[in-house]
């Protein structure tokens, strides 16, 4: 009766040791100036999204060794090998990321890239958010300036609803493509996540105004504005909708709408700020 509590003890003591050495990995990462030294953030950043992800797991593994422990010993040993396991091979993974050189990309296949990227938009597709999370990160420790990449892993930490993942590697892929329409749509989907239409509008004005043309953005754009009562945006946003698309038939709609906010469709808008 001794062996198996002494057994599942030292089980739940591994794993917390190995956790806590994962935790200490990621209170050791900090942001630098991108600006100043682009090669140390950059390698950085990957150690961050790596050392995020093992806390992730981490604390979700701890959390299933407590409550099955609770059902029994042999389950509980089960699950508990697995943890150390999985901790043990991420931070295998982790030491052989640290090791690859800065400039990896130029001897990376083109092909190879082009092939894991294409996995991991697929994967993405299916929604099978684990394996394409690793093409990304596997791309990223090869070409640590793929924006592609850090699109698509911002992207999936989105649909994941990690928004603060999300949010800090799309800010980090317009350090590298700054005018990347698309990454500032995913910016404001982030924030009007969260609610924060305000913040959300500031991405959607540069978007519009990088890809005035869009028909999906700028109808996110109206959206966003009418939903703060923006009505000088909204305006903005009907203008450009009628100068890519006269025929749309979501503008009258969204006239009408502009002027349940008291705005005034006949006005001119402003320019964007």
Not at 47 to 54: A, P, R, S
Not at 67 to 78: L, M
Not at 212 to 231: R, T, V
Request: glycine residues 4%.
């Amino acid at each position: 009766m001794l062996w198996p509590l002494v057994s599942l003890i030292l089980l739940v003591l591994s794993v917390g040791v190995a956790a806590a050495v994962v935790l200490r990995k990621v209170r050791q990462v900090r942001m630098i100036d991108v600006a100043s030294i682009p090669s140390e953030r950059i390698r950085r950043l990957k150690e961050q999204i790596i050392l995020q992800k093992f806390e992730r797991v981490g604390a979700e593994k701890l959390g299933s060794v407590a409550k099955v422990a609770r059902q029994g010993v042999t389950t509980a040993s089960k699950v508990g090998r697995r943890a150390v396991q999985r901790l043990y091979a991420m931070e295998q993974y982790y030491q052989k990321l640290k090791r690859v050189p800065l400039d990896a990309s130029e001897g990376t296949d083109p092909e190879a890239v082009k092939r894991l990227l294409a996995e991991a938009e697929e994967f993405m597709r299916q929604e099978e958010y684990i394996p394409a999370e690793k093409r990304y990160i596997e791309i990223i420790s090869h070409n640590p300036k793929h924006v592609k990449a850090y699109e698509g892993l911002g992207n999936l930490y989105l649909r994941n609803r990690q928004y603060a993942q999300a949010r800090e590697t799309l800010l980090f892929t317009l350090r590298i493509s700054p005018d990347d329409a698309s990454v500032y749509m995913s910016l404001a989907e982030v924030e009007l996540a969260e609610e924060n239409t305000k913040k959300a509008i500031e991405y959607l004005r540069r978007c519009v105004e990088l890809r005035p043309g869009n028909p999906k953005f700028i109808d996110q754009y109206i959206e966003a504005s009418l939903l703060a009562k923006y009505p000088d945006d909204v305006r903005k946003g009907i203008e450009l909708l009628k100068e890519s698309n006269p025929e749309n038939q979501k503008i009258t709609e969204f006239e009408e709408r502009l002027s349940s906010i008291g705005g005034d469709p006949s006005q001119p808008a402003e320019p964007l700020v």
